[in-house]
């Protein structure tokens, strides 16, 4: 064998091995993408129609794809994982669009990229599952627009806080995106939500750019008032039985945090023993709580780790022993007045670290 072949050969594997045992099936993408012959932008702007064939944007030429691309196959077949075929679709105004993946649009080599391999391994249920969720072609997006547009194909007006489509980045009124006789459901009820997806034919997500926060968030769905309506009633007639359960589900969370600030409290004793028992308590019950956002409710904070009770105490001294929030409510940038309390703020962990002096720390 030539020693390039063998060297793509070990490529290909590398990347088919990861992604399977990632996701416990494997596509061509998959492996171009692990290769690095493939960035996952690109994939998503060829799901979404902007570029005309899939191959366009994969680097290297035609000979290392095809060779690459067989490779996998062979791989996959002597590892005895079952080939099953995927749907790649977007959507557009006038249905459902099949993607292209070669130049050539040759049948043959069409099957070989929609041919993903799952591992035997997978339940046959999963499997079905698993299956579903690659052949569901994406949601329409809906934009909420934050100023005015006109729709590029009749010209109308779409205004501020109303609904626009895109499409090739060319904004659409609902009319033109045929998705004008769908009713609006706001987030905010997700039983509601679920069912009114469930029983509409046709869904599109609507979505709002927050200025503040710098990227896109949900705002709802649109969905067919007849699935809507049947949603509602259905949501009616259960809403004790989910009102109870919530309520089960509210005083098991809250139960939840309970326990986990009671380990707070003595992992953070155990690791400041000089501070005051009144501000370890305060700390972890401030740390644990589930909409804080804060680091004890993060993976390293659920598992009591060291660095993740530390920075929870850093950001109380903060709060309450520096001058901290008056700097930042001066107009001074987090980093800056970060640098300025860092003495002031190892001076207290210190202090802290160290038993029997708890009594006198500032
Ligand atoms: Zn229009």
Redesign the pocket.
């Known amino acids: 064998m030539h020693p390039n072949q063998s060297k793509l050969e070990s490529r290909v594997h590398r990347a088919a091995e990861a992604a399977l045992s990632r996701q416990q099936y494997v596509s061509a993408i998959d492996v171009l993408c692990g290769m690095g012959l493939l960035a996952s932008a690109q994939v998503d702007s060829w799901r979404k129609g902007r570029v005309d064939f899939l191959e366009r944007v994969i680097q290297g030429n035609l000979k290392k794809i095809s060779s690459s691309i067989a490779i996998f196959r062979r791989w996959a077949r002597d590892k005895g994982l079952k080939p099953s075929e995927t749907q790649y679709m977007r959507h557009s105004r006038t249905g459902t669009v099949v993607l292209q993946f070669s130049k050539s649009g040759d049948p043959g080599i069409e099957k070989s990229y929609r041919t993903h391999f799952v591992s035997p391994e997978l339940s046959e249920k999963k499997e079905q599952r698993l299956q579903e969720k690659l052949n569901q072609s994406p949601k329409p997006v809906v934009f909420q627009n934050l100023r005015e547009a006109h729709?590029?194909?009749?010209?109308?007006e779409i205004e501020q806080g109303s609904f626009l489509s895109m499409e090739l980045e060319q904004p659409?009124?609902?009319?033109?995106?045929r998705l004008d006789d769908l009713e609006f459901l706001p987030s905010g009820d997700a039983a509601l939500t679920r069912r009114a997806s469930k029983y509409s034919g046709r869904v599109a997500v609507v979505v709002r750019f927050s200025r503040s926060r710098g990227r896109y968030e949900r705002k709802g769905i649109l969905v067919e008032t007849s699935g809507l309506e049947k949603a509602e009633r259905e949501c009616l007639e259960d809403a004790d039985e989910r009102a109870v359960a919530r309520a089960r589900g509210a005083e098991r969370r809250q139960k939840q945090d309970v326990e986990l600030a009671a380990q707070m409290i003595k992992q953070i004793a155990i690791l400041f023993p000089g501070c005051p028992a009144s501000e370890v308590a305060d700390i972890a019950e401030h740390t644990a709580r589930r909409e804080s956002g804060r680091v004890g409710r993060t993976e390293a904070g659920r598992n009591l780790e060291e660095s993740a009770l530390t920075l929870a105490v850093v950001a109380a001294i903060r709060h309450k022993h520096t001058r901290y929030d008056e700097l930042l409510a001066s107009g001074v940038d987090r980093v800056t007045a970060r640098q300025r309390i860092a003495v002031m703020v190892e001076e207290i962990l210190a202090r802290w670290r160290i038993r029997d002096c708890g009594k006198n720390t500032h």
């Open positions: 729709c590029s194909e009749c010209g109308a659409l009124c609902l009319q033109c995106a």
